[in-house]
């Protein structure tokens, strides 16, 4: 297994096939997006809303 380093935002595409379950650590407007990106997918994340 290798990993790419790509400088750009992520996308949802970014996600495709990867997993089917993600472990998420993110601010609030990230975790929304990609919850919804993943959605159908097992997400576990910590809530920092506090």
């Known amino acids: 297994?290798?990993?790419?380093?790509?400088?750009?935002?992520?996308?949802?595409?970014?996600?495709?096939?990867?997993?089917?379950?993600?472990y998420l650590c993110a601010g609030v407007a990230l975790k929304g997006m990609v919850l919804n990106w993943l959605s159908g997918k097992e997400v576990i994340y910590e809530d920092f809303n506090y």
């Open 1 to 22: 297994m290798s990993a790419t380093v790509v400088r750009r935002r992520m996308r949802a595409g970014d996600l495709d096939l990867v997993a089917e379950r993600w």
